[in-house]
């Protein structure tokens, strides 16, 4: 078994430990952070990597109560742009410690507006310029985030749900269920993945969703860069349809998004012409009879609003899969830094730049 596997086998529970801690013993965090957020008319959602596609979810949680929330990478707002009025920042970090982040988490101290931090490491230098931080009390991944990802996309829409009037525990009830499913079905998962001929090494993929949706594709293009080595594109499925669409061809792999709530009918219809046109579909989301013919890794009945945070796992199980057949180590970063501490080049002390001019 690979380590990055090993991961995403525990997460479902690291994810239930989240979850109950946040209606549970961690609550008055959660309400403290809430308070300080809800005082202010404009939130920013910052973070990098796979933090920043967590980022997706939460903007869209914010989004979907009507309270506005802008999301941004934190070295476009660090340096490319000011500060609202009456804002407020929602720092979103599994370490606390990737440059952009303590680099802003520092400017925002120094001009005195408030910041709420989301983080694995509540000793990092981020959650200690922070005026409130959530620690998710996880245990860290192996390289590729995992439950770094998912946890923080969860603690996130759990503390906007907390700043928008939803009580916790009614989530927790509800979400607990899918999580505990989502565990026993990793094994049918894989099978099911291993049997078709959707994975194919080398061959070009296409990841398209909607709605907090976008957090998994963009997440997923990340686990196909970081996990297989191998590059994808990550669109907005309505996005996909204003001109990208003329690369499909047949050999084309796409994996879609189904939400039950919002468009499935259309992005059902939109995965058959794709299939007609040549292409490969992958679709993920809950029981649909219309969905028969098509590859369906089919997640445990969960609302809408929170699948994002259990629809990344067989996606996850896919990148794991297709590093075994492209006989790539999924366990190992070949030039990525665990955490990104420097700018500049793509490793430490321009070890890159150096050994590509020798």
């Known amino acids: 078994m690979t380590r990055f596997l090993a991961d995403i086998e525990r997460q479902p529970g690291a994810l239930r430990g989240i979850l109950s801690a946040a209606a549970g013993k961690n609550h008055d965090k959660y309400t403290q952070a809430a308070e300080l957020l809800r005082r202010h008319s404009c939130i920013y959602v910052v973070g990098m990597g796979a933090s920043w596609h967590a980022g997706m979810a939460v903007a869209s949680y914010f989004h ?28 979103l970090s599994r370490s606390g410690r990737s440059k952009e982040l303590v680099d802003l988490a520092h400017a925002l101290r120094e001009r005195r507006i408030p910041v709420v931090s989301v983080t694995n490491d509540a000793s990092s230098p981020m959650a200690a310029a922070s005026d409130c931080a959530i620690d998710l009390e ?24 907390e700043v928008c009037g939803q009580p916790l525990e009614p989530i927790r009830t509800m979400l607990d269920p899918a999580l505990a499913a989502v565990e026993l079905r990793i094994a049918r998962w894989a099978e099911q993945l ?68 919002h468009q499935e009918l259309q992005d059902l219809m939109l995965a058959d012409d794709l299939r007609t046109l040549g292409a490969k579909v992958l679709l993920i989301g809950q029981k649909n009879p219309e969905a028969v013919g098509h590859l369906l890794l089919e997640l445990p ?58």
């Open 194 to 261: 291993d049997a078709s001929d959707w994975l194919q090494v080398d061959a070009p993929y296409y990841f398209l969703g909607r709605g907090p949706g976008m957090a998994s594709s963009t997440e997923a293009r990340l686990l196909w860069e970081e996990a297989a080595k191998s590059p994808a594109t990550a669109l907005t499925t309505a996005g996909f349809r204003h001109g990208p669409q003329e690369i499909v061809r047949e050999g084309l792999r796409v994996a879609l998004w189904l939400d039950k709530n």
């Open 138 to 161: 996880a245990l860290f991944d192996t390289n590729v985030s995992v439950t770094m990802y998912s946890g923080i996309a969860l603690a996130g829409c759990l503390l906007a749900a």
């Open 64 to 91: 979907s109560r009507r309270r506005v929330a802008m999301l941004f990478d934190a070295a476009e707002l660090l340096n490319h742009g000011d500060f609202a009025e009456n804002c407020c920042v929602l720092l």
């Open 301 to 358: 009945p969960v609302d809408s609003e929170w699948q994002f945070a259990v629809e990344i796992v067989p996606i996850q199980i896919a990148a794991e899969r297709l590093a075994r057949r492209a006989g790539r180590n999924c366990d190992v970063f070949r030039i990525c830094s665990y955490i990104v501490t420097d700018e500049g080049g793509l490793a430490p002390n321009g070890r890159a730049a150096k050994g590509a001019a020798s």
